[in-house]
């Protein structure tokens, strides 16, 4: 199973970002996805998740609004639209389907 993750960066606060998560190894459209952020010196947090069709997504309650998780299971691909950005979001961002994680992204919020 490969997880890859991809589209982090730095961004000014306000500003926008796509991750992408490209999954190959796995039947993806059996699972749910989430993406999940570590800040420096922090726990593993929970982002945002989506069932395995798509229909249902649950949000952490800092990024609704903000954030949206989708997925293409054509593509094997789960993305999350960052938008409005803070400082305090600055982590590396992580895939996670059942018990499978990526390496994680870099999502820097500064000016």
């Known amino acids: 199973v490969q997880i890859v993750e991809s589209g982090g960066g730095l961004v000014q606060p306000g500003g926008s970002l796509r991750l992408s998560c490209a999954v190959s190894?796995?039947?993806?459209?059996?699972?749910?996805g989430s993406w999940y952020r570590q800040a420096p010196g922090k726990g593993r947090d929970l982002v945002a998740r989506?069932?395995?069709?798509?229909?249902?997504?649950n949000y952490a309650d800092s990024v609704k609004g903000r954030f949206t998780i989708s997925r293409d299971n054509s593509k094997n691909t789960l993305y999350l639209q960052m938008n409005s950005l803070k400082p305090e979001e600055t982590a590396v961002y992580y895939c996670?389907?059942?018990?499978?994680w990526g390496q994680g992204t870099q999502v820097t919020v500064s000016s």
């Open positions: 996670n389907l059942y018990t499978f």
């Open positions: 989506i069932e395995y069709l798509g229909g249902v997504t």
């Open positions: 190894g796995l039947s993806f459209s059996a699972y749910a």
